[in-house]
């Protein structure tokens, strides 16, 4: 009896996951827990463990394949009855060959869990193409939509027609109206914003044309010419990298959050002197002691969790028509891959000390590096702290991890000149900024923040404990 | 100009059409020398002599039957039926005879009257004197049933009423005889019976309403815009038969939101028949459902003040719907 297995759902709100690699082949047999394949979705990668033990009797999703949660990627003969309950400890099924009909039995239709969807997976094992996007519409093919998508595309017929006209998909903006329904208002100002937006690059992209620039011969740009996906042109010698999944993630996340929060920036100097002077005087001790270097990060973090105590509105989400302030306070933490970023979650980092912070962050940035994170690492996260100090970095504009309402960057300390008492003297002197989302909260309470951290970060002195 | 509330401006329009036109007349229950029940044709006896202005019998058929034939024979009658709920024993006449008679004559007679009667709710009314009966005209071609809530309007459109070659039924809100008083032209004037008016401007959403409930609508509106910052758009159909389309759909379809409110029971009201307009011709530019507010299914406005509070949508309920609407 064949038993399917089907895409999981590694994480709150992730709605898809590519099979980056299959582990097993059809006709191997596999224990259960034992990895089936890999999976990458926006958020992280991971193994997909077998649900029970058995013999791969069809890998039904190519490498390389995006589908949604919920959908079969293969059948999986288990040994016994063929029941649920068969596949908790049985032996793999040796004897077991698979049957001809197997497959016909195969529930292939149920519906895997609530409000996720649910394609049909065809038994030859041809890949399923998902009947035509949301917008075609016409042909009168029904389209079996997840409850998340529903909600977002549920439309009036203003915002229909005007969908149809300016070519937008719905579901990419965030409503405002009842239960995030998109309004009138909500798709004009969207349009109106990617107006602008499609107007200002192309304007560059002219000017940068071999032709010297002429003001008077720039061509003005029609407002009806509707973004028609124009590749790039492709030159003798460059190399065309396809999206990795993350890539297309990270695209996705940060255009979402400068398209939706409307960002504001600050920045504060911070004269760390006594910090840098009591990492230098216990950083060896510390080291051998507990295995672990000790960097600024857990002091940056460790301020910042303090500050956002005191004004927790930079610990909140935007929703719509009300702002939502969120009681745990999980701290992501940017981590630079080679060739991506990563923000892994220290959940509850106002219960953890220097010291539990430290380990924390080793622990996580080491995961992050070997790509061990697991879907739980990297959500849930309320608040980002952004080091691109530790590139070198001296002023960043950070981009608010959508959908948290503020980020925080951490600057290289250098040593400066400065005027200390009407003197001048070299202090160590770090550059903190916050990007906020403008909707949520206001310059002033982003500097009482921002001096909450420093003020913090500045209480350091060489002798001052830390546990 | 001269400040007139609306019983005021009626009275303007009936005098000033009879001193005009000879043909001009009133009859109808204590219409001469009582002078009306709300003595809107106080005065009019003694200046035009009982053969203009005549007190007839209860009876609401004959009310009306005498009306058509004094039309069809040259003269143009205002008929009063002193409460719009006693109109039903005129029924036949005004449904059968007087809006068919032109179509039936294949266009021989034509009965140019007007029958005059004041409805809606009142504390105290109750059964008998608080009906809203307008959606039982609404539903009769070659009858024209206009409903002007504003002095002003009221007078322009009375006249226009009794200088029409075909019958109209004219309603008045008789909760708004004395509560709204407004500038009222002296000069001779006429308004149109088929052009809706925009009486308050907006972009959020838009309502239709007559009425009392159009003249609380309009304090309501004023109040969201203040506290809500939501501008309602608010519209007066005035004549409710045959609608003014195009400035109804011209803001449905500005606002795409859009809420009808009257005081009448909801079920096979004008609100649905204006709700339906909407829905068919404004369709792709609405962002929200179409919105009715009405007096429930309930025979009458109680005498008991509570009661009646629950029959009759106040200005809490409006308010209601109208932030529903805009928040949608």
Known sequence: ?467 | MAIKNLLGAIHDGLAEEMRSDGSVMVLGEDVGRAGGVFRVTQGLAEEFGPGRVMDTPLAESLIVGAAIGLSVNGMRPVAEIQFADFIYPGFDQIVNEAARFYYRSNGAWSCPMTIRTPYGAVPGGALYHSQSVEACFCNTPGLKVVAPTFPSDAKGMLKSAIRDPNPVLFLEHKRTYRLIKEDVPEEDYSVPLDKAKVHREGTDLTVVSYGLMLYTALEVAEKLSVEHGVEVEVVEPRTLYPLDKETILDSAKKTGKFLVVSEANLTGSVSGEIAAVVAREAFEWLDGPVMRLGAPDIPAAAFAKPMMDFFVPGAEKIEAAMLELARY
């Open chain 1, 1 to 467: 009896m064949a038993t399917p297995v089907n895409m999981p759902q590694l994480g709150e709100s992730v709605t898809e996951g590519t099979i980056a690699r299959w582990l097993k082949a059809e006709g191997d047999e596999v224990e259960k827990d034992e990895p089936l394949c890999e999976i990458d979705t926006d958020k992280v990668s991971s193994e997909l463990p077998s649900p029970f033990a058995g013999k791969i009797e069809k890998l039904l999703i190519p490498e390389g394949d995006t589908v949604d949660v919920g959908t079969e990627i293969a059948l999986v003969a288990v040994a016994g009855a063929g029941k649920e309950t068969a596949a908790e400890e049985e032996p793999p099924a040796e004897e077991a060959p698979a049957r001809e009909d197997a497959t016909a039995e195969a529930p292939t239709e149920e519906f895997p869990s609530a409000g996720t969807e649910a394609q049909p997976v065809a038994e030859d094992g041809e890949k399923q193409h998902a009947v035509a996007g949301t917008r075609s519409g016409g042909d009168g093919l029904v389209e079996i939509e997840s409850a998340e998508t529903l909600r977002l595309t549920r439309s009036s017929p203003v915002v229909r027609r005007l969908a149809g006209e300016h070519d937008v998909d719905i579901a990419e903006i965030s409503g405002t109206g009842i239960g995030g329904r998109v309004t009138k208002k909500d798709i004009e100002a969207y349009i109106e914003e990617r107006e602008e937006e499609y107007e200002t690059p192309g304007l560059k992209e002219e000017r940068e044309a071999f032709a010297p620039p002429e003001p008077e011969a720039m061509p003005v740009r029609e407002p009806e010419r509707e973004p028609e996906r124009e590749r790039v042109p492709v030159y003798e010698g460059d190399r065309v990298m396809d999206l990795t999944s993350i890539r297309r993630a990270i695209a996705d996340r940060i255009s979402r959050s400068k398209r939706e929060a409307p960002h504001a920036w600050s920045m504060v100097e911070v004269d760390v002197t006594g910090l840098v002077a009591l990492r230098e005087r216990v950083k060896e001790e510390f080291e051998s002691r507990e295995g672990i270097r000790l960097t600024y990060l857990p002091f940056i973090v460790k301020a910042v969790v303090e500050g956002l105590k005191e004004h927790p509105v930079l610990n909140s989400v935007w929703d719509g028509d009300r702002i939502l302030l969120r009681k745990r306070i999980n701290v992501g933490v940017a981590v630079d891959l080679k060739d991506a970023l990563i923000v892994p979650v220290i959940p509850d980092a106002d219960e953890l000390n220097i010291l539990g912070l430290a380990r924390k962050i080793d622990d996580l940035v080491r995961r992050s590096r070997s790509g061990q994170l697991g879907p739980d690492d990297v959500t849930g996260g309320t608040f980002t702290v952004n080091n691109p100090g530790a590139l070198g970095s001296v002023v960043s504009l950070p981009i608010i991890n959508h959908p948290q309402a503020a980020i925080l960057s951490a600057e290289a300390i250098v040593k400066r000149p400065v005027v200390v008492n009407d003197a001048i003297a070299i202090r160590s002197v770090m550059n903190l900024e916050v990007s906020f989302d403008h909707r949520v909260l206001d310059g002033g309470v982003a500097l009482r923040f921002l001096n909450a951290v420093k003020k913090r970060l500045e209480g350091y002195g060489p002798e001052s404990e830390i546990w």
